[in-house]
């Protein structure tokens, strides 16, 4: 599985971005996706992430209520709402890909995720 990240740029705070992930090869639907951020000097967080089915979806502390992720199985894409963005949510926003399930322990896990894509920086500004 390849993955694509985009819809990152320039926004104020207070403002809205769509990230969006597309994968490329097999049997997207057989895989759960997760977005992760990580800030210059900082380590990879967690933000969200969604099941294989769409049926479970989680979300980091600093994100929850703010972003929405959604999947469109038969595009092979999944979708990061971002609203009411941030400065402290600036950073490289990376899609990840793997084979898993059970609870929000393991979904936020980056060693869970076999397959990543390249990032799309955020920058909000104050």
């Known amino acids: 599985v390849q993955l694509q990240a985009s819809g990152g740029g320039l926004v104020q705070a207070g403002g809205s971005l769509r990230l969006s992930c597309v994968a490329s090869g097999h049997s997207f639907s057989n895989y759960a996706v997760g977005w992760f951020r990580q800030a210059p000097g900082k380590e990879r967080e967690f933000v969200s992430a969604?099941?294989?089915?769409?049926?479970?979806?989680y979300y980091g502390d600093s994100v929850n209520g703010r972003f929405t992720i959604s999947r469109d199985n038969a595009k092979n894409t999944v979708y990061l709402r971002m609203n009411s963005l941030k400065p402290e949510d600036t950073a490289v926003y990376y899609c990840?890909?793997?084979?898993?399930?059970?609870?929000?322990?393991?979904?936020?896990?980056?060693?869970?995720?076999?397959?990543w894509g390249q990032g799309t920086l955020v920058t909000v500004s104050s």
């Open positions: 969604v099941s294989m089915s769409g049926g479970s979806i």
């Open positions: 990840a890909a793997g084979i898993l399930s059970g609870n929000y322990y393991r979904y936020s896990q980056p060693y869970e995720y076999d397959y």
